[in-house]
Antibody, heavy 121, light 108 residues
């Protein structure tokens, strides 16, 4: 059974940077697409970014393009999200999830427990 | 961009059937996935490919999708089913996922 554990969330000032990590355990021999989804306090789910199995393709929501970078290290079974130029509106719980990609469709299972990022002065 | 519309809340008595809708333009042409999020917890997949259940999800959970509406049905609702439920599709025109706004299920 795949388990995901996020870390790295913190309180940071606007304009600052943060790097989130997601440790993947119980993996099969085949890597999967991976994704980050965030949830602002009291709000719904917002997809942030995803990355292909070998890291050769990445996609981002428009709101974070040019500021966030998703990456992975399959040798370490880890996923990362480098967040620069953080804004107050980036405040959210950030979840990593396995991105199940089949026939061009994607859904997310399982999810980590989330890590809280707070952007405030 | 593609928009998914869910009712903010649905209320149901224990033992009854809850139906949570997800509206979208010709959503029947998409595959819809559903997530359950209990208070203070991470989301969990309960239905994928419109109506398939991951292992461990009770048969009380089912999904359907046709026309402009997808529906998550929960039979014999229990107090433990109280949660927020989100629908999701993959927008192939923009190559990104879209989530509905979420529906809070209250068990009376």
């Amino acid at each position: 059974e795949v388990q995901l554990v996020e870390s790295g969330g913190d309180l940071v000032q606007p304009g600052g940077s943060l790097r989130l990590s997601c440790a993947v355990s119980g993996v099969t021999s085949t890597p999967h697409w991976m994704t980050w989804v965030r949830q602002a306090p009291g709000k719904g789910l917002e997809w942030v970014a995803n990355i292909k199995e070998d890291g050769s393709e990445t996609n981002y929501v428009d709101a974070v393009k040019g500021r966030f970078t998703i990456s992975r290290d399959n040798a370490k079974n880890s996923l990362y999200l480098q967040m620069n130029s953080l804004r107050v509106e980036d405040t959210a719980i950030y979840y990593c999830a396995r991105d199940v990609a089949l026939a061009g469709l994607h859904w997310f299972d399982p999810w980590g427990q989330g890590t809280l990022v707070t952007v405030s002065s | 961009s593609y928009v998914l519309t869910q009712p903010p809340s649905v209320s149901v008595a224990p033992g009854q059937t809850a139906r949570i809708t997800c509206g979208g333009n010709n959503i029947g042409a998409y595959s819809v996935h559903w997530y359950q999020q209990k208070p203070g917890q991470a989301p969990m997949l309960v239905i994928y490919y419109d109506g398939d259940r991951p292992s461990g999800i009770p048969e009380r959970f089912s999904g359907s999708n046709s026309g402009n509406t997808a529906t998550l049905a929960i039979n014999r609702v229990e107090a433990g089913d109280e949660a927020d439920y989100y629908c999701q599709v993959w927008d192939t025109s923009r190559d990104c996922p879209v989530f509905g706004g979420g529906t809070k299920l209250a068990v009376l």
